[in-house]
């Protein structure tokens, strides 16, 4: 089972197939629904026969078939993510910095509720048939779940997609600048030309639009911006166990708070990013991301208290929540409308790369540092300066809406 768990990789590298999402149009359902609607809808009923087939296989009697569908739900459950965000981008005008925050704070709350409340759903419906006696009770949690999925393609068709207006014209330039220099014509030529154009056109469009120096400097800064918080992530609950705090604490301030806080905050940091734009809030959530890691030091400098500790770890989750909002928007604004999917997803992508590589050396660190978490809690804060060296020197350079 600790294998299976290996399925949810796929999110990290949902870019790889990205490029698909943007040029391959999908037969019937895309003169009808639009472009990004008709994906969504076949990745959902892609999902949907995935769950009812879980509900026919007995984990106990084949468990490799209940992974093999595991992995199938993962992968379109991540292309859907690419499809979603593309459509929410391109929902909201270029210049519309303003619209671009409100509408990330309202993909990270969607999220986020998503995310637990659909596991809340699942367990309660299972424990529900259990006690009602059904002997498959996770398999019909899954019939259950399958209803909810028809629910959301219901909804999904109150939601308006633009019409495409010059999207596949401009691939289509592109491909014939590369088969013009191809110097040929024919079906191998164009072929080729669509490959390279699917794959190279959204990153040549993204440093053409930007410039060599500003798209190094942009992609400099979302590798860096978050890897304090995940290096003191990583060794939260570790540091959190060392201090003498009990899991019935941690699960309350850490767990049962913070999805409140994330969803609270994350409008407020909204609302705060269409007020003041959208690169001034990635300044303020960096300041603020130092700040809270420095109060895990005062933490370990003081010893246990658990009004320290409470008043650090909603703190943690606010600057986060504002943080992820800010991110999420500042990476909106940068894609191109003829690659939103395929430059959001490797944008975002590269992001969590910062975070999960660099990251993943912060239990080496500690113990470097001999045990020291006040010295590590202050590393990690300092960690934020060089995203935001990135961002100071290209912050009027760079080509996305309101500022």
């Known amino acids: 089972m600790g294998w299976a768990g290996l399925i949810f990789g796929v999110y990290a590298f949902n870019?790889?197939?990205?490029?698909?999402?943007?040029?391959?149009?999908?037969?019937?359902?895309?003169?009808r629904l639009g472009h990004r609607r008709a994906w969504i809808v076949t990745l959902q009923a892609l999902i949907l026969v995935c769950l009812g087939g879980w509900s026919l296989v007995d984990p106990s009697a084949n468990l490799w078939g209940v992974i093999a569908i595991g992995?199938?739900?993962?992968?379109?459950?991540?292309?859907?993510?690419?499809?979603?965000?593309?459509?929410?981008?391109?929902?909201?005008g270029r210049g519309e910095g303003r619209s671009m925050a409100a509408g990330a704070a309202i993909a990270v709350v969607g999220w986020w509720t998503g995310y637990k409340l659909g596991g809340v759903i699942a367990l309660f419906t299972a424990e529900y048939f259990e006690?009602?006696?059904?002997?498959?009770?996770?398999?019909?949690?899954?019939?259950?779940?399958?209803?909810?999925?028809?629910?959301?393609?219901?909804?999904?068709?109150?939601?308006?997609?633009?019409?495409?207006?010059?999207?596949?014209?401009?691939?289509?330039?592109?491909?014939?600048?590369?088969?013009?220099?191809?110097?040929?014509?024919?079906?191998?030529?164009?072929?080729v030309a669509w490959i390279t154009g699917t794959i190279g056109g959204p990153i040549i469009s993204f440093f053409k639009k930007n410039g060599f120096a500003i798209a190094v400097g942009i992609l400099s800064f979302v590798f860096l911006f978050k890897i304090g918080e995940a290096f003191l992530g990583r060794m939260s609950i570790v540091f959190y166990k060392e201090l003498g705090f009990s899991k019935v604490q941690i699960a309350i301030y850490s767990k049962t708070f913070g999805w409140i806080t994330t969803v609270v905050f994350t409008l407020l940091g909204g609302i705060f990013a269409m007020r003041v734009g959208t690169v001034k809030t990635m300044f303020v959530a960096g300041i603020l991301m130092a700040l809270t890691n420095l109060l895990f030091a005062a933490l370990y400098w003081t010893g246990k208290s658990e009004l320290l500790f409470a008043f650090a770890v909603i703190a943690?989750?606010?600057?986060?929540?504002?943080?992820?909002?800010?991110?999420?928007?500042?990476?909106?604004?940068?894609?191109?409308?003829?690659?939103?999917?395929?430059?959001?997803?490797?944008?975002?992508?590269?992001?969590?790369?910062?975070?999960?590589?660099?990251?993943?050396?912060?239990?080496?660190?500690?113990?470097w540092l001999n045990g020291d978490w006040g010295t590590f809690f202050v590393m990690t804060a300092v960690m934020v300066i060089p995203s935001l060296i990135c961002l100071w020197f290209i912050r009027h350079k760079l080509k996305i809406g309101a500022q």
């Open 15 to 31: 870019f790889l197939w990205a490029p698909l999402i943007d040029r391959l149009r999908v037969p019937y359902l895309t003169p």
């Open 131 to 191: 006690k009602a006696g059904i002997a498959d009770y996770w398999q019909a949690t899954f019939l259950v779940l399958g209803v909810v999925i028809i629910l959301m393609n219901i909804g999904l068709m109150f939601v308006h997609e633009p019409i495409e207006t010059d999207r596949q014209s401009k691939q289509r330039e592109a491909d014939q600048v590369i088969e013009d220099k191809l110097g040929s014509s024919n079906i191998i030529t164009s072929f």
């Open 316 to 367: 943690d989750d606010i600057t986060a929540a504002f943080a992820t909002v800010a991110f999420v928007a500042f990476i909106s604004l940068l894609v191109d409308r003829t690659y939103t999917a395929t430059q959001y997803a490797l944008l975002a992508s590269i992001g969590t790369a910062g975070r999960t590589t660099l990251a993943s050396s912060s239990g080496a660190l500690v113990d």
């Open 71 to 92: 992995l199938v739900i993962a992968i379109a459950s991540a292309t859907q993510d690419i499809t979603i965000d593309a459509l929410r981008i391109e929902q909201i």
